[in-house]
């Protein structure tokens, strides 16, 4: 029996999952080691520790290394966009700048004054946000750059200290917004607007890559299993599609976490006039797909609120505090960028309330409902958006990631929206990356077969939409968004 183990890294914790088939041939998860992740100001900026992250990474293999794994597969997978600059001498130059960083604040205006914004959706169909690694290289520290030999994404440098190999997997790789579509590569006119070079990344590499074993001076470091390490799909919402359980062409996800990404696995990305108008994206996937989707505020908000208050409640608890809460008393944007980062997620919401004179939430109760009254909106308007532009009717969304745990947001999502709502599994993420290493291994034989495992191998909750229970409310939102009056 073979041991795989997902190394999976988001914006506030990372976890190392074993994964293996048992004897009825399902699928089975085993946390071994969890940790805190998150950014912290260094330099003037907000850095991420990735030497910590590295150093977390082993202290879990030496627990698996004590529950008895001998040998095995290890995948890595992150967030996206962020990256790490490597100097002639193999060794980073500083630490990370967390994409939420302010340096980026209205990079898109200055560099869009040269390449219009047509001009470089056409190119690469990904959508345009300041957090892009394109609006990040183009605000880099000049002096930095010059020192560049090497410039990775965050899951492409963790593997390359952990076995000495460089590559540029493509799922994350697309994320930067400077691949070409067309030529799948990156692009020299958007490279030479930053200041770097196409020779300055790895070679480009497809999901399921075998990277290498972890190098040597490692294993003398600490007592781990003899490990080879795959490279996965390691944008981890890329992992989270492949550990989506849908079949057919009916369906569309939402990966529901710090962020949510909703959209449609597609065979041919969708750069059009439409999608450009609607800020959708075309990033990578495995196996030659693309994940056609929108980037939404997601749990961050709420995530927030609850850090606000010393982490008082449980998530359990807040969202069974907001269930006692009238619903839909305000009408927010949740997208809005004033919710990308600011000094206090409570009072920016009770600004924004008073400024567009609506009911200001107060409560604990008041302000989550808030936020997921407004997610689930958001999800309904773009649900809506989704299917026009794709040209296919949505018959279902697969939820999968933390927030698949949200029966509340669930049911007000699937109502709204009119569909049927399916969640879980809650750790689609780590799955994914799993998944990928049995492909890879010949375990398991391709991405179809991967999906149903899945569904033979997790319980999956269905949702089915409220009839005429909150009528009318997403054409009020609509109104709203779009700057018209409510009445």
Not at 243 to 271: C, H, M, R, V, Y
Not at 282 to 310: C, D, H, P
Request: glycine share 8%; with cysteine; charged share 25%.
């Amino acid at each position: 029996m073979t041991d795989y183990i997902a190394v999976d890294i988001g914006a506030s914790s990372g976890r190392l999952i074993l994964g293996r088939k048992n004897q009825q041939q399902k699928l089975e998860l085993e946390e071994i080691h969890r940790f805190v992740n998150g950014f912290n100001k260094e330099n003037g900026h907000d850095r991420w520790a990735v030497d910590q992250l590295i150093h977390e990474i082993f202290i879990g293999l030496e627990k698996a290394k004590k529950l008895g794994v001998e040998k095995a597969k290890v995948g890595i997978d992150t967030w996206a966009v962020d990256y790490v600059l490597v100097g002639m001498d193999g060794c980073k130059i500083q630490n990370p700048i967390s994409y939420r960083d302010q340096r980026t604040h209205h990079a898109i205006e200055e560099l869009t004054m040269d390449f219009p914004k047509e001009y470089i959706y056409k190119k690469t169909g990904i959508q345009f946000l300041e957090l892009n690694t394109l609006y990040q290289l183009y605000k880099e520290n000049k002096e930095d750059l010059k020192k560049t030999d090497r410039i990775m994404m965050i899951p492409d440098y963790i593997g390359y200290v952990l076995t000495g190999n460089a590559v540029a997997e493509v799922t994350n790789a697309s994320t930067t917004q400077m691949l070409n579509l067309r030529e799948g590569l990156f692009d020299k006119d958007l490279l030479a607007k930053v200041n770097v070079y196409p020779e300055q990344f790895p070679r480009l590499v497809e999901s399921g890559t075998i990277l290498g074993t972890i190098r040597h001076k490692w294993r003398l470091k600490y007592e781990i299993p003899d490990c080879e390490v795959i490279t996965v799909a390691t944008h981890d919402t890329a992992s989270a599609v492949v550990g989506t359980p849908g079949q057919g062409d009916d369906w569309a996800f939402l990966s529901s976490g710090t962020w949510s990404l909703l959209g449609k696995e597609l065979n041919i990305p969708e750069n059009g006039s439409e999608a450009f108008r609607e800020n959708y994206t075309n990033e990578w996937g495995a196996y030659g797909t693309y994940r056609f989707l929108k980037n939404i505020m997601g749990l961050w908000i709420v995530q927030s609120i609850r850090g606000e208050q010393n982490n008082k409640y449980s998530f359990s608890e807040m969202a069974a505090l907001a269930e006692q809460v009238a619903p839909f008393q305000q009408f927010i944007n949740v997208n809005d960028e004033r919710f990308t980062n600011p000094k206090s997620m409570i009072e920016e919401i009770q600004n924004y309330c008073r400024e567009t004179g609506q009911k200001v939430p107060m409560t604990t109760g008041e302000l989550v409902s808030a936020a997921y009254c407004n997610l689930a909106l958001f999800y309904a308007n773009e649900l809506e958006k989704l299917a026009k532009i794709v040209r296919q009717p949505i018959h279902v969304l697969h939820i999968v990631g933390g927030g698949s745990n949200v029966q509340f947001l669930n049911q007000l999502t699937s109502s709204l929206a009119g569909i049927t709502v399916k969640a879980g599994p809650s750790e689609a993420t780590a799955i994914g990356n799993l998944l990928v290493q049995m492909i890879s291994a010949g375990e398991v034989a391709n991405l179809y077969d991967a999906r149903q495992l899945i569904a033979d191998s997790f319980i999956i909750k269905t949702y089915a939409p409220e009839e005429d229970k909150y009528e009318g409310v997403l054409e009020k939102y609509q109104s709203f968004v779009q700057g018209r009056c409510l009445s």
